[in-house]
């Protein structure tokens, strides 16, 4: 089970830290990722980070303003979010990856898990 919080409004420029608390599973033994839908759009790869935290993949629109990193003794993900844009705006979802993969992951179809979502909305 992946319960996402964190998301809100925000100012062009702003900043925000989303979290992931994950249970019920071995934390530690899954890739996590963050997608995100826009209004009217389809679900797009935003980050992701193995089991390990050794390999991280970002989105080209969100590279060098967005980071994931992984907490395994509190079973969370994060994903800080800086110099928000409204293009930013969408629901943001976290999602598991079952298995110690090498590889993070930036496909919707290796991700087996899915959270609820939390909305991000930033004005301009």
């Known amino acids: 089970q992946l319960q996402a919080s964190g998301g809100g409004l925000v100012q062009a420029g702003g900043s925000l830290r989303l979290s992931c608390a994950a249970s019920g599973r071995t934390f530690s033994s899954l890739g996590m990722g963050w997608f995100r839908q826009a209004p009217g759009k389809e679900r797009e790869f935003v980050a992701s980070?193995?089991?390990?935290?050794?390999?991280?993949n970002y989105a080209d629109s969100v590279k060098g303003r967005f980071t994931i990193w992984r907490d395994n003794a509190k079973n969370m993900v994060h994903l800080q979010m800086n110099n928000l844009k409204p293009e930013d705006t969408a629901v943001y979802y976290c999602?598991?990856?079952?298995?110690?993969?090498?590889?993070?992951?930036?496909?919707?179809?290796?991700?087996?898990?899915w959270g609820q979502g939390t909305q991000v909305t930033v004005s301009s």
């Open positions: 980070i193995n089991w390990s935290g050794t390999s991280r």
């Open positions: 999602a598991a990856r079952f298995g110690t993969y090498l590889s993070s992951g930036r496909k919707e179809g290796q991700f087996e898990d």
